[in-house]
């Protein structure tokens, strides 16, 4: 399982040693800011496909995108 924790920086260099010395800990990895909003950017995405899909809303279909560029 992977988990995301969000950490003020003046605390996460604390936080990775303390996750470290866990034995069952198998990784840890600091991300760096461009990779970050890459991931909020593609959970949003997420979001909104599914929200499209319980028709909560309409997303604009890939030729109306095309059309726009």
Not at 3 to 18: G, H, N, P, Q, S
Not at 42 to 53: I, R, S, T, Y
């Amino acid at each position: 399982m992977k988990i995301l924790v969000d950490v003020k920086d003046e605390k996460a260099l604390f936080l990775m040693e303390v996750l470290k010395g866990f034995s069952f800990v198998k990784k840890t990895e600091t991300l760096s800011k461009p990779r970050t909003k890459a991931l909020k950017d593609f959970k949003e995405a997420v979001e909104q496909v599914n929200l499209d899909k319980k028709g909560k809303i309409k997303l604009k279909s890939i030729h109306s995108l095309l059309d726009e560029i």
